[in-house]
């Protein structure tokens, strides 16, 4: 049964031009259940209410197996991550009063009750930038007990982060100038420490120390506040327990494990 979602107006852009370099094809069009990651999750964006348009920005080999829907945006990428993104969002025409949802096409799991659980815990916080956190331990709810994923240990328990964020429009000026920056150092703790500031950077390195690393963990509040001093604006975390927002494919081990799990599910059901 479908979640009720706070009502708002949602424009959604999917950056799909990553590849998988072991096969030397796009991973959104990686078929996982028989269907390329791609269309599971447009499928799911699609039953939201509040959506009005959606772009994808991929490759052409992406683009063409997407169907011709009157709301769906198909858009060239280039080879810059975020230049990607900057064109998906011009695509879907922002006004003021918009939510942007961005996020990744190769999530496998993706389900419209985990979007939708996102998206109004996201609402409700009021907040114009809001970032998805997962407890590791969830993923072994989806059989996801051989992943190896970026973590950040904080005093509120480990956590990876989810591959998609809401941003307000009237807020998109304020991220234009550290986001490329940030979008680059995703997959790099160190790097997006650096980011935060050098007194944030050092309490992460003493939360490393044995036996007292525990009392230097930063917090989620912490965090929350820098990211405010940074970009001007509310921003907020949400912890939930959504694997199916936070695993992606990075390397083959990943698909061949999307794969399994899925095969596993399909015979017990």
């Not at 990651?37 to 447009?42: K, T």
């Not at 918009?98 to 419209?112: G, I, K, S």
């Not at 009021?126 to 059989?143: D, F, K, M, N, T």
């Not at 100038?177 to 790097?191: M, N």
Request: charged share 20%; proline share 4%.
């Amino acid at each position: 049964m479908a979640r009720a979602v706070v009502s708002q107006s949602l424009k959604v852009v999917v950056l799909a031009a990553g590849m998988a370099h072991w096969i030397g094809e796009p991973k959104a069009i990686l078929k996982v259940n028989s269907l390329p990651i791609i269309l599971s999750l447009v499928n799911a964006l699609q039953k939201i209410p509040s959506l009005t348009k959606i772009s994808v920005v991929g490759p052409k080999e992406v683009l063409s197996v997407l169907p011709d829907l009157e709301n769906l945006l198909k858009v060239q990428a280039f080879s810059d991550l975020w230049t990607n993104a900057q064109i998906g969002i011009k695509a879907v025409e922002p006004e003021q009063g918009d939510y942007l949802l961005l996020c990744a096409a190769d999530m496998p799991f993706v389900t419209v009750e985990s979007l939708q659980i996102f998206l109004e815990a996201a609402f409700q916080t009021g907040a114009e930038i809001v970032y998805l956190a997962v407890p590791i331990s969830s993923l072994r709810r989806l059989g996801l007990t051989e992943v190896r994923r970026t973590i950040a240990r904080l005093k509120e328990g480990v956590f990876t982060g989810g591959n998609l964020f809401l941003v307000k429009a009237e807020v998109l000026k304020n991220i234009n100038s550290i986001a490329e920056k940030a979008i680059r150092s995703r997959k790099s703790l160190w790097q997006l420490g650096k980011m935060a500031g050098w007194r944030l950077l050092l309490k992460w390195l003493l939360s490393h120390l044995p036996i007292a690393g525990k009392v230097f963990l930063l917090s989620v509040s912490e965090l929350e506040k820098r990211a405010e001093e940074l970009l001007g604006c509310k921003c907020k975390v949400i912890i939930s327990d959504l694997p199916e927002l936070a695993f992606d494919i990075d390397k083959p081990e990943d698909y061949k494990l999307a794969q399994k799990v899925h095969t596993k599910t399909q015979r017990l059901t």
